[in-house]
């Protein structure tokens, strides 16, 4: 099982980045997936969540109205797209897959991808 996280970079404030990650190595379609981020000397935060099969997505409210999160299912591919970006947004992004319900605990999923780093200047 793989999941490659792309997309990140550096981005002024108000900018906007779209990040992806790609999965391979089985079928998610039960799966929950999930975009967290992890800011220097703080604790890993749910961003946005996914459930494969139906679509539903679930938001933390610090992103709310600004990013949205999608999927491809012929791709396998699951998108963040953000906008109206903010210099607090900065951090190390990355996807995640799990086979439980719950979205925001980070020890619920089962599979991690690498991490992009996003930057976004003031």
């Known amino acids: 099982v793989q999941l490659q996280a792309s997309g990140g970079g550096l981005v002024q404030a108000g900018g906007s980045l779209r990040l992806s990650c790609a999965a391979s190595?089985?079928?998610?379609?039960?799966?929950?997936m999930g975009w967290f981020r992890q800011a220097p000397g703080k604790e890993r935060e749910f961003v946005a969540g996914?459930?494969?099969?139906?679509?539903?997505?679930y938001y933390a409210d610090s992103v709310k109205g600004r990013f949205t999160i999608s999927r491809d299912n012929a791709k396998s591919t699951v998108y963040l797209q953000m906008n109206s970006l903010k210099p607090e947004d900065t951090a190390v992004y990355y996807c995640a897959a799990s086979r439980g319900t719950g979205w925001i605990d980070h020890r619920a999923y089962d599979y991690w991808g690498q991490g992009t780093l996003v930057t976004v200047s003031s």
């Open positions: 996914i459930r494969w099969s139906s679509g539903i997505t």
């Open positions: 190595g089985r079928t998610f379609n039960n799966y929950l």
